[in-house]
């Protein structure tokens, strides 16, 4: 090709070695990328854990507001909120979830039938599939707060035997861990 004045110019573009670098590139991140998205155990794991901390605040704070016992019943299985420690929790005495209603997963929904129906306005929350809780060493099932926030085991009546309570999130790379302090109930 000739320029105007005659000197020789390239035509813009690309190669089709320059194409083909390209496009194997963005198939190898693409490939990367997507294996992310389809293994949620991870991203998962971390939720529930944040949730899990967010309950147990939400179980003191409210024990606080009301000036009631409020109980957090715990397994491996998930966690739910209750005003009585009977388990499974009876339907009067549910702690409604703050937002009207649990997540409803089906991790959710086989956790929180309570011996009954699923009930999604009460705050209780299954682990979700690919993902795995496990409490501290002699941890209790059962724990409540009390009008002033501090926490008890569920059999307590006088003073507390609390010592602590530590959950273990894990999934694929992820851990998270949520605990209650022993003496002010303090979640971290």
Known sequence: MRGRHGSSVR??????????VVLILVGILGAIGAARFFDRAGFDAAAFGDQSAAMLRYAQKLAIAQRRKVYVQ???????LCYASASPCGTADR???PSGANSGSSATRAFCTGGGAYDPAWDCE?????ATLSLNPGAPGNMYFDGLGRPYLAGDSGDSSFVALTLTIKGDDVTRTVSVAQETGYVF
């Open 11 to 20: 035509a813009a573009g690309f190669t089709m070695v320059e194409l083909i």
């Open 126 to 130: 299954g682990v979700p599939t690919g």
């Open 95 to 97: 702690v409604p979830a």
């Open 74 to 80: 715990t397994s491996t299985s998930g966690l739910s």
